[in-house]
Nanobody, 115 residues
Framework: QVQLVESGGGLVQPGGSLRLSCAAS????????MGWYRQAPGKERELVAI???????TYADSAKGRFTISRDSTKAAVYLQMDSLKPEDTAVYYC?????????WGQGTQVTVSS
């Protein structure tokens, strides 16, 4: 079993930055994808950014140019640098991990963008 532990959420003013971190509870081989999704109140969970093993990253249109995803190649960890945050980025952000055919999710971390 794998647990994902997230950190880095919080309250930030519009235009500010946050960095989310996620690490797996143990070393993992055969990772396909790690990344981030988010869910705002009353909305479905949506992709923010994912990074596949091998270097290909995919971003939601809303994240392009403002968010940067990165992975630590030495361990099962993924990060999301979020700049130029907007109120519409307010949501619970979930870490995601795919190993072959298994999906794992973190417990979520709240990001609130408000003045």
């Amino acid at each position: 079993q794998v647990q994902l532990v997230e950190s880095g959420g919080g309250l930030v003013q519009p235009g500010g930055s946050l960095r989310l971190s996620c690490a797996a509870s143990r070393s993992i081989f055969s990772i396909n994808v790690m990344g981030w999704y988010r869910q705002a109140p009353g909305k479905e969970r949506e992709l923010v950014a994912i990074a596949a093993t091998g270097g290909i990253s995919t971003y939601a249109d809303s994240a392009k140019g403002r968010f940067t995803i990165s992975r630590d190649s030495t361990k099962a960890a993924v990060y999301l640098q979020m700049d130029s945050l907007k109120p519409e980025d307010t949501a619970v952000y979930y870490c995601y991990l795919n190993i072959i055919s298994q999906d794992y999710w973190g417990q979520g971390t709240q990001v609130t963008v408000s003045s």
